[in-house]
């Protein structure tokens, strides 16, 4: 059925003003001052904004990870990042050393399909480079729309892939078009401190901090910045967390090397202290990498202002505190890593970044959506609100004032670690493809509904993809 959003202020990343949105087979059909057809349903927005819907270019939804697996699956995980604003993930894919690529992307599939309900992609793992390794990758790209490519370089004995690994795969990404991710933290490094902190007795969740100090995301992230400069290739370093990596991605984006670099909410308002949290609490906020002091966090807003850092993903990777995350009493290396973000990503952006004048209105929609939509080759059929466009839609509240909790979030985990923190903002109704998802803050979508979206490849979006690049 044709919709019309009535009243509201539009807000794209370059513009924001009053006008209509007619919606009609899924897409933006017309923008205009006051538009009417008797045959579409009129969606009231007066006094709230209108934003493209919001893209997380980082989730792991029902993941393998340390024994156990991640608690949002693409049902819950989706629901959720709906009622949050988002109409689209990019999720990971993990892969098997000396197992077909395309038997871990239908894994990926038969987990998403008949579950997700807004729309979704993948990013895929590289563990190792060989010859059958290359082979596959063509066909990755043209037959599944897959165009980014995951290095880790830590987790050793897991994840964790060479330096050789990731050059090739960066040269590889420049002669098919990908672009490569990495997980920056040097992880043969942090094995040795986390050897020696365990034979010390240091088995506490602040340790798991402890052992991986910002000089090894510093590191790796400076390695691989210089590893992509040498291949004339491209980087996305996912969840940066500290200055010495925002330095480092600074630095090299300054020499012209095309990296782009994505924060997450909880470096920005959570800090190394929750570790530190009695009767085992601080297992809740054990990610790799770790919180950090709090002098990181002024260091991560003012990059995401600048442009050294050019998105937000949410890294959403759930764990139940009972059952879950105290696999590691004891034992901190035995802590799952991550934790459920994918609901309040797009808030807590809002509320301190705009809210508390850190950020415009312009930029938030540009970090949560219009850059991760050209960056991931989703621009702009996602990404903004133009003729055209799918009708990903979100009508959002920037008054109404809430206190996050477990209680009330649509997420799995039987915990949220922004419990307590009052927020300004939330998404009253959301649109995916011109369907409701969320209407007046209920889920109303149909589970199984979202698509699976091939993505362009690296350089094929021109200008708009080329400008995220320049200093
Ligand atoms: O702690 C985290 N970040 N968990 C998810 C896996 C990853 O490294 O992104
Ligand atoms: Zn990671
Ligand atoms: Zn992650």
């Known amino acids: 059925m044709k919709k019309i959003i009535k009243n509201g202020t539009i807000v794209t990343a370059a513009d924001t003003y009053k006008a209509d949105i007619l919606v009609e087979d899924g897409k933006i059909a017309l923008i205009g001052q006051d538009l009417s057809d008797s045959a579409a349903e009129v969606v009231d927005a007066q006094g709230h904004y209108v934003f493209p819907g919001a893209i997380d270019p980082h989730t792991h939804l029902e993941m393998p990870f340390g024994g156990t697996v991640s608690k949002d699956d693409f049902e819950t995980g989706t629901i959720a990042a709906a009622h949050g604003g988002t109409t689209t993930v990019i999720d990971f894919c993990l892969t098997d050393k000396g197992k077909p690529l395309q038997n871990s992307i239908d894994q990926w599939h038969a987990k998403s399909h008949d579950k997700s309900v807004i729309d979704y992609s993948f990013h895929l793992m590289i563990g190792e480079i060989n010859e059958d390794v290359l082979e596959q990758l063509p066909s990755v790209i043209e037959d599944e729309g897959i165009t ?41 490094v942090i094995d040795h401190l986390v050897t020696k902190a365990l034979e010390a007795g240091q088995t506490d969740p602040i340790y798991h901090a ?9 590191e790796a992230t400076n390695r691989a910045a210089e590893l992509t400069g040498l291949a004339d290739s491209q980087l996305y370093v996912v969840h940066v967390t500290c200055e010495e990596a925002v330095t480092a991605i600074a630095n090299a984006r300054k020499k012209g090397y095309k990296v782009i670099g994505e924060t997450c909410p909880q470096y920005l308002v959570l800090d190394q202290s929750y570790l530190e949290k009695p009767n085992f609490e601080g297992a809740k906020y054990v990610w790799s990498p770790p919180l950090r002091e709090k002098h990181h966090q002024e260091v991560l807003w003012n990059a995401l202002k600048t442009g050294d850092l050019q998105t937000l993903g949410s890294d959403q990777c759930s764990f139940d505190f009972k059952g879950q995350k105290d696999l590691g009493k004891g034992d901190f290396t035995k802590i799952p890593n991550g934790g459920p973000i994918i609901e309040d990503r797009v808030s807590i952006l809002f509320s301190e970044g705009v809210k508390k004048g850190r950020l415009s209105l312009n930029e938030f929609v540009n970090i949560t959506s219009t850059k991760i939509a050209k960056t991931f080759g989703l621009f702009p059929q996602k990404g903004t609100i133009s003729v055209g466009a799918d009708a990903d839609i979100v009508i959002f509240d920037p008054n109404v004032e ?44 149909k589970i199984g509904s979202g698509q699976y979206l091939k993505r362009s490849r690296f350089g094929e979006l021109t200008t708009s993809q080329e400008e995220l690049y320049q200093k």
């Open 148 to 188: 980014s490519f995951k290095v880790f370089m830590a987790y050793k004995n897991v994840f964790q892939a060479d330096d050789g690994t990731l050059f090739r795969t960066l040269e590889e990404a420049k002669k098919l078009g990908a672009l490569v991710m990495v997980h920056a933290e040097n992880g043969d």
């Open 210 to 218: 402890l052992t991986r100090p910002p000089e090894v995301e510093g």
């Open 402 to 445: 809430r206190t996050i909790s477990v209680e009330t979030s649509h997420m799995a985990a039987d915990y949220n670690p922004f419990e307590g923190m009052k927020v300004t903002g939330q998404p009253v109704s959301v649109l995916s493809r011109g369907d409701y998802v969320i209407k007046d803050k209920e889920f109303v979508g």
